[in-house]
């Protein structure tokens, strides 16, 4: 059972280069997210998907975009990555739309940009 | 703006010590708090809380949600290194689809 699962595992750019992290799940999950983790930050959402078809901007959506290919992938693009977007990407998802529910979430990617 | 502060962010404790990790938020129309823990990769689910006053136990872990103060907190009996982690907690807002987190507490367990 794989559950939420996300390439690459580690990535290393440099300034200026784009790249596209994907993520899928196999839970028939309706909403999809991805956050960024920094040292001393948690989680901060990047964007998410409510359901297919939707996405929508979360906290921190500046130098990045989203694509939900269909109900099981959910990808983040860097068009033109920056020093600032070093980080640990999770994804994540969850089965409800419109009630309390818990996210799954993928084991992440590092990424460095230099 | 919705917002979540963990505290301690970090704390060092003894195998077999008891912790109390801190919630507070402040955020509109509150659905619902989550604590997960976080090893070495992925946040993995421990508690949804979304009534005030219950405890919601899973072996030494248990946590409490107090709906008037603002607050939840997560305590840990008789500490394992096991139990060292990153623990985050999360708030969702009514009709949001999404969650907020905290900053973290780093936990670390002494042998």
């Known amino acids: 059972n794989a559950g939420v699962t996300q390439t690459p595992k580690f990535q290393v750019l440099k300034t200026g280069q784009s790249m596209t992290l994907q993520c899928a799940q196999d839970?028939?999950?309706?909403?999809m997210y991805w956050y960024r983790q920094d040292p001393g930050m948690g989680l901060r959402l990047i964007y998410y998907?409510?359901?297919?078809?939707?996405?929508d901007k979360g906290e921190v959506p500046n130098g990045y975009n989203v694509s939900r290919l269909n109900k099981r992938e959910f990808s983040l693009r860097l068009e033109s990555a920056a020093p600032s977007q070093t980080s640990v990407y999770f994804c994540?998802?969850?089965?409800?739309?419109?009630?309390?529910?818990?996210?799954?979430f993928g084991p992440g990617t590092r990424l460095t940009v230099l | 703006e919705d917002k979540v502060v963990q505290s301690p962010l970090s704390l060092v404790v003894h195998e077999g010590d008891t912790v109390t990790l801190n919630c507070s938020y402040e955020?509109?129309?509150?659905?619902?708090l989550l604590w997960y823990k976080q090893e070495k990769k992925a946040p993995t689910f421990l508690f949804m809380l979304?009534?005030?006053?219950i405890e919601k136990k899973s072996g030494r872990l248990s946590s409490i949600l107090d709906k008037k103060e603002l607050f939840s907190i997560l305590n840990i009996t008789a500490t394992q290194t096991g139990d060292s982690a990153i623990y985050l907690c999360?708030?969702?807002?009514?009709?949001?689809?999404?969650?907020?987190f905290g900053q973290g507490t780093r936990l670390t367990i002494n042998p």
């Open positions: 994540a998802s969850s089965a409800l739309a419109g009630v309390p529910d818990t996210q799954y």
């Open positions: 839970m028939n999950h309706n909403s």
């Open positions: 998907s409510a359901s297919e078809g939707t996405t």
């Open positions: 955020v509109t129309n509150f659905r619902s």
């Open positions: 979304t009534s005030s006053g």
């Open positions: 999360a708030v969702e807002r009514q009709g949001a689809q999404k969650l907020v």
